[in-house]
């Protein structure tokens, strides 16, 4: 994974010495639910996930420059959630964010850097990103970034006890970024 940078910014790989900065906001109930899985128990299950990230090598860490700390993850994942456009070149963008640097315009700043990565160095067709429907702050940030909604999709979440959830699913693409 290419590393990344924006003014407040530095996109990078994972590090196994991010478990502390990942369990800070990780733990929080804000954080994991909106995203799918359960708070972190402990560190030592942080540091699982950075191996899986480590491994999965699909995930950045978000570094805050100013203050050389881990505040957030960003995800480019390998997935089509509309198999009408199966055959275009794309990935789904998804992130979180430690909830003390909310409302700070950090994640739009680093999917903006990201789909500007995505289009004009990974040659993607299509980006996605979506959001559960009770996610409203993820809703903004993914509008904000010019992401236009297309398609609900319901779901259960094996990581939360098969907790139903409706997704909604908004796209970019290329032609409309340029």
């Known amino acids: 994974m290419k590393t990344l940078i924006t003014e407040r910014l ?30 972190h128990k402990n560190e030592e299950e942080s540091k699982e996930i950075i191996k899986m990230f480590i491994k999965n090598n699909d995930t950045y860490a978000i570094v805050l420059k100013s203050e050389n700390k881990v505040i957030g993850g960003i995800g480019l994942h390998d997935r089509k959630p509309d198999n009408t456009v199966i055959e275009l070149k794309q990935k789904e963008i998804g992130y979180v964010l430690n909830p003390k640097y909310w409302g700070k315009g950090i994640v739009p700043e680093a999917i903006n850097r990201l789909i500007k990565y995505c289009f004009n160095e990974l040659n993607l067709d ?27 999709k319901n779901k259960k979440l094996k990581l939360l006890d098969d907790k139903e959830v409706t997704t909604l699913y908004y796209c970019i693409l290329k032609s409309e970024y340029i």
Do not use: Q
Not at 12 to 24: F, G, I, P
Not at 133 to 138: E, G, V
């Open 126 to 152: 299509l980006i996605w990103c979506g959001h559960f429907d009770f996610n409203n702050n993820s809703k903004r940030v993914i509008e904000k970034c010019g992401f236009k909604y297309k398609f609900r």
């Open 10 to 39: 530095i996109l990078r790989e994972w590090e196994k010495t991010d478990s502390k900065d990942l369990y800070e906001y990780a733990k929080n109930e804000l954080v994991g639910p909106s995203a799918g899985w359960p708070p």
